[in-house]
């Protein structure tokens, strides 16, 4: 199977839920059980499939969907999320030509979360691991959550940063005015985003990738918007003022971030991750069942960039990255 480019296609942001873990969300928005989002993410194959296929998409890394296993009690998050990480080695397994998995990680217990990320590694194949926007109000750069990172790059395996619900006093100071009328505000239109590309900023500020040389993080959505604004924040960092005016938050991004096309079909917004990046940290992504597969195969061929260049995003850095 092939792209119209005649290219082999790996998309990585593409979500499943696990019945057990998203028992403790609460009730189904029935705006996705409408438009069958529901039914997607708990299909884990014949449905997915046949889209895949449809869509001219070879290979699947399936992560669960947000909130996952990011909030509540340790005890519960750390049963939660082996179950869950259980079931989908199963399900990988039955389909191994077609899907590899990212870990679901029990964050409110940072030293479980290392080793539940080191039992998927080793034990059953997983490329990383997803987490999903703060823990119990808590960002990712805390000292408490550095196990994790330590873990992982002692696998060489990648954390993938992913949006969740905003803290509730940020949704109370900058959104609530809009929410009813516009909901997608709080999440894909810009919440996601906004909060997500402070997790990636904090991480940086934090001094974890001085401790962790060959950490690596990969973000959704073309980077949350940190390619179009990496100069100007490098710049306002290094100035008089701020702790070392030697600091270079651009090498720092540029060093241990990679970023995926999930829900973002642009090519001035591609253009701009290229020229920031480099084609090298790049790599395809649907955001699966929230977006569907054929609007960004079909944007593919459109795409203006050469066939080697295309291969990598495609393909090839993904391979590389997560050794598929």
Not at 56 to 81: K, N
Not at 117 to 123: A, F, P, S
Request: with cysteine; glycine share 6%; hydrophobic share 45%.
């Amino acid at each position: 199977m092939a792209s119209a480019d005649n290219q082999r296609i790996i998309a990585l942001e593409e979500h499943y839920w696990d019945r057990e873990v998203a028992a403790t969300f609460g009730a189904m928005d029935p705006m996705r059980r409408a438009s069958g989002i529901e039914e997607r993410l708990f299909d884990y194959s014949e449905l997915r499939i046949s889209e895949m296929d449809e869509a001219g998409i070879d290979y699947q890394v399936l992560s669960h969907g947000a909130p996952a296993t990011q909030r509540g009690d340790a005890e519960t998050a750390v049963r939660l999320a082996r179950n869950a990480n259980d079931r989908l080695a199963q399900i990988v397994s039955a389909h191994p030509d077609r899907f590899a998995a990212f870990a679901c990680l029990p964050t409110p217990d940072p030293a479980a979360s290392a080793a539940e990320l080191d039992r998927c590694v080793n034990e059953f194949g997983f490329r990383g691991a997803m987490v999903h926007g703060l823990t119990n109000g808590l960002f990712l750069d805390d000292k408490r959550f550095w196990p994790i990172f330590e873990r992982a790059q002692a696998l060489d395996v990648p954390i993938y940063m992913h949006p969740a619900q905003p803290d509730p006093a940020v949704v109370d100071a900058y959104y609530k005015d809009y929410i009813e009328e516009f909901p997608s505000l709080l999440t894909a239109a810009w919440g996601f985003t906004v909060e997500t590309a402070t997790q990636g900023i904090r991480l940086v500020l934090s001094g974890v990738f001085d401790e962790y040389p060959n950490l690596k993080i990969i973000l959704g959505h073309l980077g949350e918007g940190l390619p179009f604004l990496v100069w100007r924040i490098d710049q306002a960092l290094a100035r008089r003022g701020n702790r070392d005016t030697s600091f270079s938050f651009r090498d720092y991004f540029s060093k241990h971030f990679w970023i995926t096309t999930s829900g973002f079909f642009s090519n001035p917004a591609l253009l701009c991750c290229v020229q920031e990046m480099g084609v090298d940290r790049i790599m395809f992504s649907v955001d699966y069942p929230f977006v569907m597969n054929k609007p960004a195969t079909d944007w593919i061929p459109h795409i203006p960039l050469s066939a080697e260049d295309k291969a990598k995003i495609l393909h090839g850095n993904a391979e590389k990255l997560l050794r598929l």
